[in-house]
């Protein structure tokens, strides 16, 4: 009997859907673009779960579940609930690596920023965490030390001589817009409204030679 429960446990593990409704393949090593569209699609799951239920309501189950995974796939791929909120978390702030040198790119950097940042999978964690700050205060710390203050200093970096001005431009860059974006009062920007957003912030702080 538990020789059964085992392979039937590696069949329905081998049977998982992809990400676009087909077939995964079979026993054997998955391709590196198989696995980054998995934990993609696992991602993109736990954030809608996230905003649906909050953290404390989201279950790695739940989540297992809306993609059509086994909950050891979801655990493969994140070790446990606080790091899939973590992965999704950091998620966010590729786009902030390599760091930058110069105003062309530091403008490019700022626009990624806004239009990442006011987006809706940042603006649901952002709330998430915020409601759940009071009962889980490591998980706001965390989540500070990997998304803002992370931000912050990449900006720091790619300002040079200017680094004091990082937080200040950082502060900008989110703004009373982002506060809209938190109380669900304006949609996210456009790519075109995140760029003049970003501009705005970079000449208040750095001046005209930006």
Known sequence: MKRQRIITSVEHESRETDATGGRRRGPGRPRRE??????????AAAVRLFAERGFTGTTIEAVALAVGATKRTVY???????????AAVERLHVHERPVVHDGADLEELATR?????????????HRLVV??????PRLAATFYERGPARSIEVLAASLGPD?????????????????RRLLGLTPAPTRDE????????????????V
Do not use: C
Request: no cysteine.
């Open 34 to 43: 198989d696995v980054d569209a998995r934990r993609e699609e696992i991602l």
């Open 76 to 86: 493969r791929h994140f070790t446990d609930k606080t790091g899939l909120f973590f």
């Open 131 to 136: 409601a759940e700050s009071r009962q889980l």
């Open 194 to 209: 995140a760029r003049a957003h970003a501009r705005h912030a970079l000449r208040l702080v750095l001046g005209p030679r």
């Open 163 to 179: 680094h004091g001005s990082a937080e200040p431009l950082y502060t900008l860059l989110l703004g009373e817009a982002h506060r």
């Open 113 to 125: 920023m806004v239009h990442i940042l006011h987006g809706d999978d940042a603006v649901t964690l």
